[in-house]
């Protein structure tokens, strides 16, 4: 699973996944890396070994990426903007001509920070950029040696509670919230309340807009279902219980922002995780399920010979007397064309011999009337060659 650097939120969420893998038998081997760039690249790359991953909503689309699904939005990812407080908060216009971490190459805030400062008219020409990781980033920030810091993470993150409640920084946002939301329909609006930081100081000292993309939880199309499941199972686990910037429950949601939703998602959100799993353990429900997916069209080709097997076996029966009536109607037919005592001799012969063969007969009890007539009609047959001697 590629993560994020060690230490950051994607990392801390992964690792939260990789235990709650570990108690259904299943390991789960974390690959840091500097953020959603780097993750794309490494499921795109089939000889990485990078099967699963978080990624941020913005990073690609379906054309882009046609062997990666979607499980999933789990959790938001603000754009925070941190500066410092002697600045005056006066927002990110005021940023010209100053120094600004936007995080480090291969990261979803580089990506983002890049486009939206763009859309502001702020470039490498107009301030001075850093690509300090987050926790680099906000030392430097805090210790006066950069003016502003842009972080994409999660509300859960220490980092930022810690920036936050913290006095030397203030937390400002970026004007026009709606334009860019109508721009790039992957954000959201999402408002960080007064306080929430430090109720004891009012940190920050009122309600913040910010926008915010959605991490998803992606896989390879060819991860098995089995795993997808047992994914989703954990991304309930995660991240359904509330935050400052969500509703309990609200993720993980049956979100496509880039990418199409597998469909295990699409079932799981549906009617939820496979029957077997909710009264077996993970390795017997996911065994159960394949051994499920071999014998089913087995038993549709087997069910409609299962119920030809009684009309063949009572054919079998049937013809096993017919033959013996085709030999006796032929007795009877001779019986009518016979001509002298020596022909007569040798139908009593050949029925003796027919009768002995009926007697003989092995046949189930259910077909043992079919033999008693064979029987009658050999008796019917010597009767009416002692009452017709020959002409």
């Known amino acids: 699973m590629a993560t994020g650097a060690e230490g950051d939120a994607y990392h801390e969420t992964g690792k939260r996944y990789q235990e709650i893998l570990a108690r259904a038998g299943v390991r789960l081997r974390l690959v840091p ?36 699904e979607s499980l999933g939005t789990v959790f938001y990812e603000p754009l925070w903007l941190f500066q410092r407080r002697d600045l005056g908060g006066k927002g990110v216009d005021e940023l010209r001509g100053r120094k600004i971490s936007i995080g480090p190459e291969g990261s979803g805030t580089r ?12 470039d490498g020409r107009t301030v001075e950029f850093f690509d300090y990781p987050l926790q680099v980033a906000a030392e430097k920030l805090l210790a006066g040696e950069i003016d502003a810091a842009l972080m994409m993470i999660s509300s859960d993150a220490a980092i930022v509670r810690r920036l936050l409640a913290d006095e030397r920084v203030e937390l400002t946002n ?9 721009l ?3 954000l959201s609006k999402v408002v960080v309340p007064a306080g929430v930081g430090d109720l004891a100081n009012n940190r920050p000292p009122a309600d913040v807009e910010l926008f915010a993309a959605k991490a998803s939880l ?10 997808q499941f047992l994914l989703l199972n954990a991304a309930v686990q995660i991240h359904s219980r509330p935050g400052i910037l969500r509703r ?34 993970f390795w017997a429900a996911s065994l159960a399920g394949r051994m499920l997916i071999v014998l089913i069209p087995i038993v549709g080709i087997l069910y409609p010979l299962l119920r030809l097997v009684p009309a063949i076996y009572g054919w079998v029966m049937r013809r096993r007397v017919a033959r013996l009536y085709g030999e006796l109607r032929f ?10 005592a020596s022909e007569e001799r ?12 009926a007697n003989r007969l092995r046949i189930p009890a259910a077909y043992a009337s079919m033999v008693y007539m064979l029987r009658h009609h050999i008796d019917l047959v010597r009767q009416r060659l002692t009452a017709q001697p020959y002409p």
């Open 33 to 68: 890396t500097n953020g959603t760039v780097a993750n794309l690249a490494l499921l795109r790359d089939r000889r990485s070994g990078v099967s699963v991953a978080l990624m941020q909503g913005g990073a690609t689309t379906e054309r882009e990426a046609p062997e990666i």
């Open 111 to 122: 990506l983002v920070a890049l486009e939206l400062l763009k859309r502001r008219g702020i």
């Open 174 to 182: 970026f004007p026009n919230i709606d334009a860019y939301i109508a």
């Open 184 to 186: 790039y329909p992957y």
């Open 218 to 227: 992606v896989v390879r199309e060819d991860v098995h279902s089995a795993i």
């Open 248 to 281: 309990p429950g609200q993720f993980p949601a049956a979100e496509a922002i880039d990418l199409p939703l597998s469909n295990e998602a699409n079932q799981f959100y549906r009617s939820g995780r496979p029957f077997l799993q909710n009264y077996l353990p």
């Open 331 to 340: 007795l009877e037919d001779e019986l009518v064309a016979r001509r002298d």
């Open 346 to 357: 040798t139908i009593v012969e050949r029925l003796d011999n027919l009768e002995r063969q």
